[in-house]
């Protein structure tokens, strides 16, 4: 009785993991869509010349070039067409809940600080296009958060 209720128990287990292993398997297969764009992101630069950057933004690059690039390239994030800090926020958070990434929230924050950081600088047009044409309210947020990102770096 015991045995037959611990092996239903380790089969309900395995079956789970099988579930859950598919489940990943789907989540990272791209459409069509997503495909392209990421082939597209990955053609850029592979790395950011960070060497006039704030001491702390350079080391936060380094979190940002360790745990990035152990799925995809690093060119893929620094040639996105992603540059307004909530974009990062949502993106720096999906990347984390993907399986295996292992990124503590501590480190989450600094490459999510880093990459508001560097879209100020190295991607200015493309946040200034951005925010000309987002709603007064979130203009003024995504600005707060910038600034507070640029104030705490000390520059
Ligand atoms: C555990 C694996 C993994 C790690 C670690 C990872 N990524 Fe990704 N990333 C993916 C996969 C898979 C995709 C494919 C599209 C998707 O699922 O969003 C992707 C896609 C992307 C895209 C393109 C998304 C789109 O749809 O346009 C960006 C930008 C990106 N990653 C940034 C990052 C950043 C920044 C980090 C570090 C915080 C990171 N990735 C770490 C797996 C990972």
Redesign the pocket.
């Known amino acids: 009785m015991f045995i037959k209720s611990s092996l239903t128990l380790i089969l309900g287990v395995a079956a789970f993991g099988l579930g859950t292993t598919a489940t990943t398997r789907a989540?990272?297969a791209?459409d069509a869509e997503?495909k392209a764009?990421?082939e597209r992101?990955e053609k850029g630069a592979a790395t950011v010349n960070v060497s006039k950057y704030p001491q702390a933004a350079q080391q936060d690059y380094q979190v940002?070039a360790t745990?990035?690039?152990?799925?995809?390239k690093l060119s893929?994030?620094i040639n996105?067409?992603?540059a307004l800090p909530d974009e990062?926020s949502r993106?720096?958070k999906?990347?984390?809940h993907?399986?295996?990434?292992?990124?503590s929230s501590d480190?989450?924050k600094k490459?999510y600080e880093f990459?508001v950081y560097d879209s100020s600088v190295r991607k200015k047009a493309e946040v200034d296009a951005k925010l000309a044409k987002a709603s007064a309210a979130d203009k003024s947020a995504a600005e707060a958060k910038i600034k507070e990102v640029v104030t705490k770096y000390g520059k």
């Open positions: 989540a990272d791209m997503t764009r990421v992101f940002f745990k990035c690039t152990q799925c995809h893929r994030p996105s067409d992603y990062w993106y720096v999906r990347m984390m993907k399986p295996g990434s292992g990124i480190e989450g490459i990459l």
